[in-house]
């Protein structure tokens, strides 16, 4: 019997579910992807996905599936799962990391900095907008929903002069349309952006099955990023970001948050060795350090 792959029906959920299933199969395992509608799914109301915090709705509900027994995989963008997931599942596989960064696309090809004043910059992500009006206050920020090819095409109607994307999914859709890359100490991407992970039921044949195909770097550098948000205590509703990057024993790892009044942003830091038996009480330490950093400002 083949595997069963859980995803939602979006494009880009159907392409990450087809990277797993063509990973199984260079494996010699077959599988095959059953698409799941979620209320995520057909909830198109901004304000009660983004401000009500339901953003993790759709993955709940494929997980769901996967406890009881629907389906024998979940593929997810990790960005997206809840800090906290069910004990009776796990994160099996993460596959390698695209890229995590935000990136601007703009009508004319013009670059954040070069935006005239009051340009219309499109994104409904709490982070992105404070990001943007951190860096420069003399931009307007508007709604913008829908999947990259729809925003996209808002964009090319004239609905916003710029818009801003995961580099990831614009790579995941084989977009060629020229983009900026945004990264600097404001322009940090939120945690897990660029992963897709696998989750299967934990203790279960599915789940040493998929272990095959995990990659170690993108797992350590995710586990990282999920430390640092447990312990910070958020969520997508609050504009922090958060990026580990390793590169063989060293992870640089990076946090900022900016504040309701968009300035005064907050980023700190740090290069540490995964291999040493103190990382993760430094790595505690380093998050617990921003974490009274905000809470002296009362952001938190």
Known sequence: MPLVIGSRGSRLAMIQAGMVKEMLAREGYEAVIKKIVTEGDVNKDIHSLIFRGRVGTFVSEINQRLINGSIDIAVHSLKDV????????????????DSPLDVLVSKDDIKFEDLPTGAFVG??????????LAK????TVKPLRGNIDTRLKRLEKGDYDAIIL???GLNRFKVTKKYHRLKDDIFLPPANQGTIVA???????????????????????????????????????????????????????????????YSDHIYQSIYLNVNTDDFFDKLKDFTMDFKEKIDTKGSL
């Open 82 to 97: 809840p800090t906290y997931i069910p004990d009776d599942l796990s994160f099996s596989a993460f596959l390698p990391r």
């Open 123 to 132: 994104t409904s992500s709490i982070r992105r907008r404070a990001q943007v």
């Open 136 to 139: 420069r206050d003399d931009l």
């Open 166 to 168: 995961a580099e990831a």
């Open 199 to 261: 989750m299967a039921r934990k203790n279960s044949a599915d789940e040493r099955i998929l272990r095959r195909i995990n990659d170690e770097k993108t797992e350590k550098e995710s586990q990282i990023e999920r430390i640092m948000m447990k312990i910070l205590g958020v969520g997508c509703s609050v504009p922090i970001g958060i990026l580990s990057c390793l590169n063989g024993d060293i992870a640089k790892i990076e946090v900022n948050f900016i504040p309701d009044d």
